[in-house]
C-alpha cells in the first residue's frame, strides 16, 4: 500500500543543480524517517541522505555541502536538493521511507527510482 514515486532526474552538466522530489502515499507520511539512496552501475548501493520525523538529518561525507534532504510534510513529499553535481553523482536515485519492525528489525519501502546522470 505505501507507494513512493520519484520524480526530477535528469541530464545536467557538471556543476549544475537538480531538485529531485517524492510523492508519498498510504502511510502517515509525517511519522517515519525518509531517506535517499542512489546506485550507479556496478557499485554498490549508497545511502545518500536521511531526514527524521523531528526534522534531524544525516548526510553520506561525499555529498555533504553539496545536498540538501527537506520534506513537507503538508504535501506528503521528500526532497534531496542537489547542487555542484559531478560526474560521481551519476546514479539512479531512489526515495526511502523507513520501518522499524520487531521481526524484521530495520528496513525501507523503495520507491521506482530516477536517473540522474551528470556529463558534459
Known amino acids: 500500500q505505501v507507494q513512493l514515486v520519484e520524480s526530477g532526474g535528469g541530464l545536467v552538466q557538471p556543476g549544475g543543480s537538480l531538485r529531485l522530489s517524492c510523492a508519498a502515499s498510504g502511510s502517515i507520511f509525517s511519522a517515519y524517517t525518509m531517506a535517499w539512496h542512489r546506485q550507479a552501475p556496478g557499485k554498490q548501493r549508497e545511502l545518500v541522505a536521511t531526514i527524521s520525523s523531528d526534522g534531524n538529518t544525516h548526510y553520506a561525507d561525499s555529498v555533504k555541502g553539496r545536498f540538501t534532504i527537506s520534506r513537507d510534510n503538508a504535501k506528503n513529499t521528500l526532497y534531496l536538493q542537489m547542487n555542484s553535481l559531478k560526474p560521481e553523482d551519476t546514479a539512479v536515485y531512489y526515495c526511502?521511507?523507513?520501518?522499524?519492525?520487531?521481526?524484521?528489525?530495520?528496513?525501507?519501502?523503495w520507491g521506482q527510482g530516477t536517473q540522474v546522470t551528470v556529463s558534459s
Open positions: 526511502n521511507q523507513a520501518r522499524r519492525d520487531v521481526v524484521k528489525g530495520l528496513y525501507y519501502y
